[in-house]
């Protein structure tokens, strides 16, 4: 094997660069002679140099928060000059302007509020009784082996039926008050957190179990400082699930005798074809499914503060 | 199971054998059909500094993993003593636990961040104690786990391919922190390598493992700081690289 030196007097001969995407022409890319060394020496291509940007540079100009909402605004207006130019019709879907006086109205005259706080009820402790269930299982499961055998198997089993089909089921064991709806959101809301959170303790590095193990740390002690903060991000995974799952229980319970609550809004809405009030209603379940999401964020920011994160391209 | 040993009362040297660290008899350790450890047997005198050298897969991590009570699917008698501390080749830290509370985890009590610092301190990396692990370089992270195990003040350290991960220039410097370590508070050190030359610069006694057992036991008795050039040391590293069969003079 030999060394080969490059020609010299070439790049950087005055100190400068070698010049790359400034210059479109390179000279080395279309293999002039003058870039063949003497006696065989390669050919040497320059190189393409692309040039790195600063991430506060590439920031500048208008702001996220500014540039995304304009999508949404522009496709509203649209509908809104589609309504008033008499090319849309208002039977079918009430107008953005119209959907925003009900909405002053409903709240107004106090029914959105008090809705959105029987609904709010209903998935808060739907969620925590399903919360607190699968959460349960998961760690019986997880960590024990018998819990494993006795509990696993038959979650799984229960999980392959779709929730919404055992609402028939709900109202002969429950009846028609707030029980029945409470269940649903419970039943639904409890897989997503058992199966997350059992996949997270089995997941856990076990060489980091053994590390502990050799620093003197018991049972108890690695279930604490070891295996549910391993499980954790699994867990808020899981609760992220959750929530989607428990709006979405919400609506379906709600759509059945109801006579509280979001879901009542929109039912009697529909008795009376008022679309307007069906949009408010909608656009409440996607603010208040938004705001929750929210929530599990700023919780996975505080929780899970410890890991370096991809934080998006 | 292995049972915990005596701690020595009496301090090291004086020309008498210290009392034993690590008393291994007639070990033996299979994975299904195939033996790794066959009728191994080994003592460590308190204080000592022990090498253990041996081709990849030869099983050495296995006995290391014996003697830290990870592994008792064995059969023979393994006497370790009761205050020690492992590092990996990788530092597992917990990443959800700041340095200084993975340092102590594991003590008894509330955690002791004196105590951490201290431990810290002594490997050059107290400015660390409030980092997240995963933003520690290679190199602090395993000093953060040298902390944890010193921090312990163990009886004897078991060590396998700690430097292993880690970059020529940062494994001379935590190969030399590691030896001062041990010569200021002097745990009997099992040290699993590869490496030769990390072998004889630390040990005073270098073995080999081959086929299941310790087939070979060098005791290095060259001054220390000992250097690479120094003409005893490169006659002993030429014969342990006989003894591993890739020596110049290798028997064929
Ligand atoms: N859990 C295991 N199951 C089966 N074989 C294993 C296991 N752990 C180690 N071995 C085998 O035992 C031998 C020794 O492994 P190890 O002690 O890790 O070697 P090394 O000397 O490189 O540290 C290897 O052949 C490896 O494949
Ligand atoms: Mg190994």
């Known amino acids: 094997m030999t060394i080969q030196t490059f020609p010299a007097g070439k790049d950087g001969e005055n100190g400068t660069p070698p010049e790359g995407t400034e210059k479109t022409d390179s000279p080395g890319r279309s293999g002039e002679p003058g870039a063949t060394g003497a006696q065989g020496t390669p050919v040497e291509v320059a190189p393409v140099l692309t040039t790195v940007v600063p991430a506060g540079a590439r920031r500048r100009g208008v702001p996220r928060w500014v540039r995304r909402p304009v999508g949404p605004l522009c496709l509203l207006a649209a509908w809104q000059i589609a309504v008033w130019t008499g090319s849309a019709s208002t039977e079918l879907l009430a107008s953005p302007w119209t959907v925003v006086t009900t909405f002053a109205d409903l709240v107004g005259n106090g029914e959105l509020p008090k809705a959105i706080l029987v609904s709010l009820r209903r998935a808060g402790t739907g969620l925590l009784l399903g919360g607190f269930i699968g959460i349960t299982l998961a760690l019986l499961a997880g960590l024990f082996r018998l819990g494993e055998d006795l509990i696993d198997a038959a979650v799984q089993m229960i999980r392959t039926v779709p929730f919404v089909g055992l609402i028939p089921l709900f109202i002969i064991w429950f009846g028609i008050g707030e029980r029945p709806k409470t269940a649903l959101v419970a039943f639904g809301v409890a897989f997503p957190l058992y199966l997350n959170t059992y996949a997270g303790i089995r997941n856990v590095d076990a060489t980091l179990v053994e590390a502990a193990r050799t620093v003197g740390l018991g049972r108890a002690g690695l279930i604490r400082h070891v295996i549910l903060p391993g499980a954790l991000p699994n867990v808020l995974v899981g609760l992220r699930f959750s929530l989607g799952i428990a709006w979405l229980a919400l609506i379906f319970a709600e759509q059945i005798n109801a006579n509280r609550g979001l879901g009542h809004l929109m039912n009697r809405a529909q ?40 934080s998006g391209a | 199971m292995a049972t915990g040993l005596q701690r020595s009362v009496t301090a090291t040297g004086g020309g008498t054998e210290a009392p034993p660290a690590v008393v291994v008899r007639n070990l033996r350790r299979s994975f299904g059909d195939t033996t790794v450890i066959d009728d191994l047997s080994l003592s460590v005198p308190a204080g000592q500094f022990v090498t253990l050298l041996g081709r990849s897969g030869c099983g050495k991590s296995t006995l290391l993993r014996i003697l830290a ?88 350290m078991l060590l396998d391919e700690p430097f292993g991960a880690l970059d020529a220039l940062t494994r001379i410097r935590v190969q030399s922190l590691v030896e001062q370590l041990w010569q200021r508070h002097r745990p009997a050190i099992l040290l699993v390598t590869h490496d030769v030359e990390e072998a004889l610069l630390l040990a005073d006694r270098a073995l080999v493992m081959e086929d299941g057992v310790i087939s070979h036991s060098v005791d290095v008795t060259l001054p220390r700081p000992r250097s690479v050039t120094d003409p005893a040391f490169v006659e002993l590293r030429a014969e342990l690289l006989a003894r591993l069969g890739v020596g110049a003079s290798s028997p064929s």
Do not use: M
């Open chain 1, 271 to 310: 008795e009376f074809q008022r679309t307007d009030i069906i949009v408010v209603c909608l656009v409440v379940y996607a603010l208040l499914g938004l705001a929750v999401d929210a929530v599990v964020r700023l919780l996975e920011r505080l929780l899970l503060s410890w890991r370096p994160a991809f």
């Open chain 2, 69 to 156: 009570d990870l592994d008792n699917e064995i059969s023979g008698e393994v006497r370790i003593a009761s205050r020690r501390a492992v590092a990996f080749q990788s530092p597992r830290l917990l990443p959800w636990k700041r340095v200084w509370r993975n340092v102590v985890l594991g003590l008894p009590g509330r955690p002791d961040r004196a105590r951490a610092l201290a431990a810290l301190e002594e490997v050059g990396l107290a400015h660390r104690a409030d980092a997240w692990p995963k933003t520690l370089s290679g190199g602090e992270a395993q000093r953060a786990s040298l902390a944890r195990a010193l921090v312990r003040d163990p009886e004897l």
